[in-house]
């Protein structure tokens, strides 16, 4: 089964309410929660769509399309793209009490690139 549902979002939060919602309209159930936020301004990054696709072992593999339109921040840092976002918003759902997360994320905001289109994928147990 493989669903896709479109959004516009500036946030990791917004993001993992997103997906929280499409698993759970499917009967999973998901805790979600934040103990820290950062967001990302919708000039910057946007989300565009996340597609989900059940996986074998209750597992859903997470197809996340990012765009990301402008540069915060030291632009020499290409290295650093929407897949790290996705990294970050992986650890944070597994691990939503993890303060070093909201660094990780405002470390990676310093690197986004020029206008970035990536597909990413992650495990979402």
């Known amino acids: 089964m493989r669903f896709w549902i479109e959004v516009a979002c500036s946030s990791v939060e917004e993001v993992a309410?997103?997906?929280?919602?499409?698993?759970?309209?499917?009967?999973?159930?998901?805790?979600?929660?934040?103990?820290?936020?950062?967001?990302?301004?919708?000039?910057?990054?946007?989300?565009?769509?996340?597609e989900v696709i059940d996986e074998p072992y209750g597992k859903y593999k997470i197809m996340a399309y990012f765009t990301v339109k402008k540069t915060l921040r030291k632009p020499d840092r290409c290295e650093v793209k929407a897949g790290y976002l996705v990294k970050v918003l992986e650890d944070r759902l597994n691990?939503?009490?993890?303060?070093?997360?909201?660094?990780?994320?405002?470390g990676m905001a310093e690197g986004l690139v020029?206008?970035?289109?990536?597909?990413?994928?992650?495990?979402f147990a």
């Open 95 to 106: 691990n939503p009490d993890s303060l070093a997360v909201s660094a990780a994320i405002k």
């Open 114 to 123: 020029d206008v970035v289109m990536r597909e990413v994928f992650f495990s």
């Open 17 to 50: 309410d997103v997906i929280a919602r499409v698993l759970e309209s499917k009967g999973c159930t998901v805790n979600v929660r934040w103990e820290q936020s950062f967001q990302f301004p919708q000039e910057y990054v946007r989300v565009d769509g996340v």
